[in-house]
């Protein structure tokens, strides 16, 4: 283990994900449920999708491009259908359940919208070269991992404040729209590529 390559990995994804479509499905989720939950879910999804980019990764520059971009394109539009879905639910809505089965099905939630979110990512392709770059897939991942984690609970803490200030119909619009406009980028690169 290299602290050097941790440290460099974490200064790379961590502005790499800032922005990232991850971070704003953690911001709205953080909106709706507790934010341990939240966290502990995206958490580890990220986990996961760090570990497997670091360890296999590489693979990834192997599928053909227009099958993954096809791929992600499909999970988008459903992230989109979803977040609407779920909009149509009553605004004030905030889930504060103090039960293992409350806290174990928004974790799960939490879990699941970041594998979708992070399917494909330019972070898993970043951990992926960083990791063949400096054949220390485990510190690679665990710098990768801390800075995910640290974008996660950044987004949450945002989401609780700005819960107070916007509706949350207009977050999770807003969010759908983004998901629908990742899934048209998806598709272009996918006819064109």
Do not use: C
């Not at 993954?68 to 359940?97: K, M, N």
């Not at 996660?152 to 406009?181: D, Q, W």
């Amino acid at each position: 283990m290299s602290l050097a390559v941790a440290v460099t990995a974490f200064a790379l994804i961590l502005p790499a994900e800032l922005p990232d479509k991850t971070a704003f499905a953690s911001l709205v989720l953080s909106t709706r449920y507790r934010p341990l939950p939240v966290f502990a879910g995206a958490a580890a999804a990220f986990a996961v999708h760090a570990s497997l980019a670091a360890v296999a990764g590489s693979l990834l520059a192997l599928l053909p491009h227009r099958a993954l971009e096809a791929v992600v394109t499909a999970l988008f539009v459903v992230s989109a259908w979803l977040l609407l879905h779920r909009s149509g639910q009553d605004d004030d809505e905030t889930r504060t359940d103090a039960s293992p089965a409350g806290f174990l099905r928004v974790a799960a939630t939490s879990f699941a919208v970041v594998v979708i979110a992070e399917f494909g990512d330019l972070t898993q392709i970043v951990i992926a070269n960083l990791a063949a770059r400096y054949h220390d897939p485990l510190s690679v991942g665990i710098g990768s991992t801390l800075a995910l984690w640290s974008v996660a609970a950044l987004a949450i803490a945002g989401g609780r404040g700005l819960m107070r200030v916007i509706p949350m119909r207009l977050v999770t619009r807003l969010a759908a729209a983004a998901m629908a406009a990742m899934a048209a980028i998806s598709l272009i690169s996918a006819i064109s590529g």
